[in-house]
Structures are given as C-alpha cells and as structure tokens.
C-alpha cells in the first residue's frame, strides 16, 4: 500500500538533493516543473505545495532523464503522459508500448477473465498501430459496437486492442465485422443472465454481499466461456 504522507516543498527539494547530489536542484525549479504540467502537487487551504508518494517519483523520473539521457521537457513529459495512461514508457526514440502481457493469450478462460487492463488508456493512433489493423477496419469495428472509447474519454482501453487484434486476425480468413454481430449479441445475452442473477445478491444486506456478488460473476462467466468454447469445438468436431 502506497504511503499517504505529503512532503512540503522544502522537504521534497532535501530529498531530492540528497539523492542527486551532483544537480542543482532548487525551489525555483520545482515551481517551474509545476507550470510546465510536469507534477501537480496537492496544495493546502493554505496555498501550501504537498508532494504526495507518486509526485515524488515523477520528480526523479524527471531528474534522471535530463541528467541521463539529457531530454527536453517536452519529450519527458511525453513519457510521463505514457505512464499515466498505463503504457510503458516510449523507447528514447520510440513511441509508447502497450505493457507486455496485455494481447498475451490466455490459457484459461480464468486467465481471460482476471486480464482487467481497463487502467490502460491507449490513443487511436496507438490503437491503430498496436492491434496492426487499418484505421478503415477500426471505423467498421466501431460502427457495429465492437470496439469503443472508455466511458467519458477519446481513448480505448486493453481490452479494445484485444478485440480489434483478433478482428484483424479473422479478417484474414474473410470474417468481415458485420459478421462478428452475432459474437456481440451473444455477450450481451450472457451479460445480461449473469446480472440477472447476481442482481439480488448485490442487494442484499447481509455482510459479505458485494464480495459474493463479484466471486459469482467471476464464477459464471468462467463457466460460460467453458460451455461456449466446448460447444464450439463439439460443432466443429463435424466438419474434420
């Protein structure tokens, strides 16, 4: 659990001296670091600066990018924009990178269900460039409801390059997304069962509700997409 203390600024520039000994690190920067947008530390009734636990961290991801690698505010702050967003930060002369393990496959329908990367903000452009589909296939894609942004943002989350990847895929093999409707509809149908049946178990008043609520959605969905793949595979088992 990350601490919760706040540092004041004088504080904050004692320790960051400390560690960067050989930099001149003064108020004056801090505050300039500030305006530029790089770090936005509480501020107190009072008008107090507070450097939390992260705005530390965001400071020295800073220092030792000027003294290391010698880039420019604009390009740091790039990388920090990345990090923010649950990217891995950009290559020195790269672009931002969805995190290893995200578009990695699954091994059990377990796997699927706890791979949540709904933290992870990604652009169109990086969306585009990571599901290696065309900007025309993502326009498709999200006029027939398979792929959207996440709820009050211009970006997509993990899940919606997993998504676009495998329509790329299928598109190989002539599976337009019109023809991925039916994949659509059958999820919102098994959605809509598993809420029908976790519905009154969230309502209840008993201690322990919410987390029997969260265990049976998990449950069931494990178990749908057991009976879906199993099916599937019992359809197909006709055409060898």
Known sequence: MRQTARK???QALADLSAEFPEE???????????SEGLVEPERTPSGYRKYSVDDMERLRFIIR???????PLKVIKEH??????GLEPPALNGS????????????????????????VRISRRELV??????EELLVQLEGFGLVRTRPGSKHYDADAVVI??????????????RHLRAFKTAADREVGLVEQIVSPIRRSREDGAEGRAAQAVEDIAALSLKLHATLVRTGLRSMR
């Open 164 to 177: 676009a990847r495998a329509a790329g895929e299928l598109a190989a093999f002539g599976i337009e997304p």
């Open 65 to 71: 990018m000027q003294r290391d690698h010698y880039l």
């Open 24 to 34: 001149d690190i003064k108020e004056s920067k801090l505050r300039f670091l500030e």
């Open 129 to 134: 460039k990571t599901a290696e589909i065309t």
């Open 8 to 10: 004041s600024i004088g």
């Open 96 to 119: 931002p990178r969805v995190p290893a393990g995200v578009l990695g496959d699954p091994t059990t329908a377990t796997d699927l269900l706890r791979g949540d990367r709904s933290d």
């Open 80 to 85: 920090l924009d990345a990090i923010d967003r």
